[in-house]
């Protein structure tokens, strides 16, 4: 009786522990803790793990491929379902998901990626993105009209962190409807690696209302470098022509918007990796570079951007300061040679306009036909380590226009009127104040001198630039050449020995065939011999 009952109880016992287990796993997938990010707490909120997070756009290889991104706290099985009726949302595509957990411990490790390809131009489309049976949203993008000749508005700053009175006020722009892109250049969150990846998070989820609603392109900032890794960066954002993750050979690329093409290039190549990708971000620029500029008919404006600048009148030791420049040195040839119209730059923690320059001498006081790129710093959107001083002394003269305390949360609005009209402003939030603004005017004859002049191949600019690399670097400028010849070194080796051992082969069966018929021969003539012996 003891032991049937002693029996019975574990059974029991046995089967609560099964119920509480079951219905503890049931609670942690139906919930799961984020860690809100504040200083000074560790503030949660229970959101399901598969609940879609720090969605946001960029465009893809074109203005008509849209790409998705959002991050889960479980591995969930994701898609974006689509369509242009906000109730019926026909289309779906899958998701391509990557787990991210380098410099990320803390942070959201799942990460979602769809690409939305072939769009209708001039389209407003609501989208969901759902992993498993979560989703969030419904968002809307609109895409841009299918040729280049209209007029587009565009947002552009860097260095923009947790703490920004800014954002609010770029959310708002950004849901105007106004915009075609926003463009981030450089510097995000202080750091998205910080906290275990938790601010990163929170930046994301600060940013969402923005960046689900336009494309979200950007540069990486020195901010970004984690350890050389830039992990968080080739992670947390895809931007076109490369792949997903971002691989460290390829953090640059462009892309036509309407009049501009747009080109995105990391400044710093020549602070990582003892420079190890200066020279292929550098051939690839004067490259692409060189192709916009054939394209000049249709495209006329070439903007480039990234963080560090050229030029800077701060003098807080930055590298835009120093007579030698690894920036200046390195880009300021191939901007000014390859004819780029806009150069839009961050890292200082303000705001600066230069006159058209090349090699510190000012060529123009005047923005009409500039005979150099035009040179913006707009690093004042927020960043945690405030202001940038300018020094008291007088500012050089090739630096226009400059602000600091006063330019402390602003950001640039870039308006494209036409082919030879682009409208330039930095804005504060305080009070929605211009502080800058001015016309940068290319008249018709240099646009058509531009594209009559363009000729297939490279312009003997870009052949002088590129054999200035050559010079430089024999190995990496001929690298195809080698490779080419290596490959048909090696062809040939292999051919040659093929036919060796075919020959060989062919010798063998030869020799076995002729041996196999001589014992019948030598038989026989045994046979003679014998008949002889007989
Ligand atoms: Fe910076």
Redesign the pocket.
Known sequence: MFSYLSRSNLQLCLAWICVLCYSQASKEQNTSTYFLYNENSTDTKHVDPCLPMHVHISFGSNVLDITVLWATLKDCPGKVKFGIHPWGLESTVNSMNIYFDEQNREGLHYLHKVELKGLQPDTTYFYIPMSDQMQSGPFYFKTPKADSDWSADFLMF??LGIYSDTVPSLVTEALSGKYTALFHV??FAYDMKNEGGRVGDYFFDLIEPAAASIPYMTCP???EIDLESFAHYRHRFAMPGSKWPLPMNKMWYSIDIGLVHFVSYSSEVFFTHNGKYVNEQKDWLIRDLDKANNNRHKVPWIVVFG??PLYCSTNIGDDCSHSDSRVREGLEDVFYKLSVDIVIQ??EHNYERLWPLYKHKVLAHSYIDPPAPVQLIS?AAGSVENVDHFPMKVKPEWSAFRLDTQAINSYGRMLVVNESHVFWEQRSIQNHLTLDSIWIVKSRNQTQVSSTTSKPGLSEEAKTLLSEMCNRSFVRCHRVLILSLCGGVFLLVAVSLAVRVAVRKKRKENFAKTWSQLPEEIDSDDEIGGNRGM
């Open positions: 860097g260095d450089g510097d900032g020195n901010h963080h560090r961050g890292h690093g």
